[in-house]
């Protein structure tokens, strides 16, 4: 379904969309990741994404985060 809107849509009503109908735990891990990755950290991002989170949801979007690069480098346990 997310593949059909994307193709219907403008490039901001597209992401505002998917970000919609994207889980928020993997929402959350994947601006998580944004805000790590490349030269340096955008701290302000990093801040406003963990301080919003309650402890569970800090557990949860953990969880999502490491799944989702275990995923990426193919990592098994």
């Keep these: 379904m997310i593949d059909e809107l994307k193709?219907?849509?403008t490039s901001y009503m597209e992401d505002v969309t998917v970000a919609m109908m994207t889980p928020l735990s993997q929402l959350y891990a994947?601006?998580?990741h944004k805000s790590l990755?490349?030269?340096g950290?955008?701290?302000e991002s990093l801040v406003e994404i963990l301080m919003s989170?309650?402890?569970f949801g800090?557990?949860?979007v953990s969880t999502e985060y490491t799944n989702s690069k275990k995923h990426i480098f193919n990592i098994q346990k």
């Design 53 to 55: 989170l309650s402890n």
């Design 30 to 32: 994947k601006e998580l």
């Design 7 to 9: 193709s219907d849509l």
């Design 58 to 60: 800090v557990i949860d």
């Design 37 to 39: 990755s490349g030269l």
């Design 41 to 43: 950290t955008d701290d």
